[in-house]
């Protein structure tokens, strides 16, 4: 997994909190998943068959499971599948992801704390009658 900082304007940001919000999604998740769908959307105008199926299914054109590919033998629990160095490696992965994101969201925090506390003081502060 790899982690990105992506700059948004407030306008840009506002909207996706909004949206993210009505469709009970963080802003991390909507953005990954508008990625994937302009992925699969170029990949499709392309001509790539792999997205293909992808695209019809996500748009709901297509009702044949038999295209839908199925994975060669059962799936077992990422646990079986991994090595424990393997598993300990994804976990430390995500684990400073996370991490990352508590940062990011305690600095955005103090951020518009300081935001809200520079307001109040010019709200507080008595405006001076201008000479004529």
Known sequence: MHQTTVRFGADLWDALEREGARLGVSVAQYVREAALARLMYAASKRGDDEFDLALEIALGETAEPARIPQPAGSLRPAAEVLS?????????????????????????????????????????????????
């Open 84 to 132: 424990p160095m393997e598993r300990a490696e994804v976990e430390s992965s995500e684990s400073a992801a996370l991490w990352g994101q508590a940062r990011q969201a305690r600095r955005r925090a103090q951020e518009l704390r300081h935001m809200n506390a520079a307001r109040m003081r010019r709200a507080e502060t008595p405006r001076r009658a201008e000479p004529r």
